[in-house]
């Protein structure tokens, strides 16, 4: 996988108890490499990182990326970083930005200065978002799109992507470090547990759903007719993966790439909310919730760069990915909530290397072996 590029590596995931960044671990893992992982969380009963026994897996560091001398120490002993750690949720921000800005920019910066003090170079994915890009009306956003963000979630990261790009000019390249940027939509995947519930309103429509049917409740959706790229998580991270490996290739170093969908163009949380319903099979359908404020009424994001200079493109479809995503929620609930931790691992080993043989039968490159 990835030519090989991750075997024998030693690899940094910040923000390695977060959903994105637990799967990103078990697919570096899978790749050969020896994870550290750095997270101001420790893995609770309720996250993906705790159900995949993660803890026993790689190395956890439990401390914050805007700790310099912390992350000093951690890039000194790894060969290639992905920056994942982050406030992820836009209403977590909304409700606390002087955090916001804390880790989403204030972290990226120490990450970058690290990276600067560094004794030698070390090669660095840095995880944005499409959230960063200005309003389109539901037309695709490119990469070369004016980066005009509103809300504290957005603005951090697209000030973070500023000190990103003026890091690289100034320091990162002269010092030959190789740097790339990875901006996501929204990710669907099991193991994210941020419900409206759990977040006094700041949680995401799929996990709305997942938890709502679990319980035999008809899921509340806030903004049925607005629409999200929605991707399937594994497509996400392995695109992350192969910008990573592709870093010493003509037009990759200093570059921004978007990841996204197989359906380049929104798609309408009512008809997410639908089919979600509709794999659950419990015959329970969602019905419309008070309405929330809510940025970004159309969103679309073209990854036609990442086919183009990475030759990437995503193994799933979103109703592929939205049948693997309302598995692993079947599978959790079958465990009951007091399941011991890593009672997930092998169910997830299985969804990874279905991922994989997907992209392997449709040629994708990361997925092949040298030569095909």
Known sequence: MFEGFFEGKRTLVTGAVGVCGSWLA??????????VGVDVREPEPHSNAYAAGLRERIKLVQGDVTD???????????????????????????????EAYRTNTLGATTVLEA?????????????????????????????????????????????????????????????TTPLGIGRSGNILIGGDFNSSERTSGAGRIFVDCFEALMHDRPPEI??????????????????????????????????????????????????????????????VMWKRGPGRDEPFEKQSLSWDKARERLQWKPAYTLDEGLRDTARWYKEWASNGEGAAEGSMHEFNMGLLAEHRNAARRLGIEWACDAGG
């Open 68 to 98: 310099l001398d912390l992350m000093r120490s951690l890039v000194a002993e790894v060969d290639c970083i992905f920056h994942l750690a982050a406030v992820a949720l836009v209403g977590e921000a909304r409700r606390e930005p002087l």
């Open 222 to 283: 806030y903004t049925p007719n607005f629409t999200r790229p929605y991707t399937y998580g594994l497509d996400t991270l392995t695109g992350y993966m192969t910008l990573m490996s592709k870093l010493g290739c003509d037009g990759v170093d200093g570059e921004a790439f978007n990841f996204g969908p197989h359906e380049e163009y929104g798609v309408e949380n009512g008809l997410l909310a639908t089919r979600i319903c509709e794999l659950w099979g419990s015959g």
């Open 26 to 35: 078990l697919e570096l893992l899978e790749a050969g490499s020896d994870v």
């Open 115 to 175: 990276l600067r003090l560094s004794d030698s170079p070390k090669p660095v994915v840095m995880v944005t978002t499409d959230k960063v890009y200005r309003p389109k009306g539901g037309e695709v956003w490119v990469e070369t799109d004016p980066l005009v963000a509103s809300g504290p979630y957005a603005v951090a990261k697209a000030c973070a992507e500023f000190i990103i790009a003026d890091y690289y000019e100034t320091y990162l390249r002269p010092l």
